[in-house]
């Protein structure tokens, strides 16, 4: 078999990641020698059993009725959920008892909304205290579902918090919109929360999209998502590192 050779002499194409719908200022003025300690004082939940697998999938997609699907102009969630704190002089330790005595009202907002935006809270601006947001609504740490595959590491194992894809040969790379799924395994919730401010020097960065999976639902053509449904057509992404002149070869 002879290697795959490129005919094309013109540069790659530009990658470039979509705008976003609204680019608000960077809140977190922690500064930059704290944000990563953790609490000595809490137990290490590596230890302690190990954390818990991530769920298993649970694929539940028959009789699905697409006519009950609403309109886009029907919906009346807001994604994400804007949720600020309710006063501007709440102490980190007030802002804990919040969270835990509105646990069941979050709770009901996220599964409304489909997404909840934490903005101007003091509590999960570190480590330490990312955990005891989590511990505050009640919500249990699990692997990643690709822990297996080395994609994410620790940036805390002792509080169950991962960093973010951080990989040397990734870094040239656009990580679109994904689901953090597999077919295996599903996690029912996920707490993302940015530390630090992105760097700017190359390319404006520290964009974290969101997308509403019901809106994209809803705008699809009934007589198109039928046809998917019908016929059974699941989408699956593999990512393959090959290099960009070969896309056109294994197109054909």
Request: some cysteine; aromatic content about 8%.
């Amino acid at each position: 078999m002879k290697p795959i050779q490129s005919t094309q002499t013109s540069p790659p194409p530009t990658r470039t990641p979509p705008s976003a719908a609204s680019s608000p200022p960077f809140l977190n003025d922690r500064s930059a020698g704290n944000y990563m300690n953790s609490d000595p004082s809490k137990s290490d939940l590596s230890v302690e059993g190990g954390i818990l697998e991530c769920p298993l999938t649970i694929w539940d997609f028959d009789n699905l009725d697409i006519d009950s699907i609403p309109s886009s102009s029907e919906a009346e969630e807001s994604c994400p959920k804007l949720i600020t704190p309710p006063s501007s002089i709440m102490s980190v330790a007030e802002e804990r008892d919040w969270f835990a005595s509105n646990r069941e009202m979050l709770r009901e907002e996220l599964l409304e909304n489909g997404s909840l935006w934490l903005r101007g809270f003091a509590l999960p601006k570190s480590i330490a205290g990312h955990r005891e947001l989590y511990e505050s609504l009640g919500m249990t740490p699990c692997l990643d579902p690709l822990h297996s595959s080395g994609l994410r590491k620790f940036a805390s194992e002792r509080d169950a918090v991962y960093e973010e894809v951080n990989k040397e040969s990734l870094r040239g790379h656009y990580i679109g919109l994904h689901m953090e799924s597999t077919t295996k395994r599903t996690a029912a919730y996920a707490a993302f929360v940015c530390f630090q401010k992105a760097s700017e020097d190359v390319e404006p960065r520290g964009r974290f999209l969101i997308a509403d999976g019901q809106e994209i639902l809803r705008r699809l053509d009934k007589t198109l998502l039928k046809k998917l449904y019908e016929r059974q057509v699941r989408i699956s992404v593999s990512n393959l590192d090959l290099p960009w002149y070969t896309h056109s070869v294994l197109k054909r």
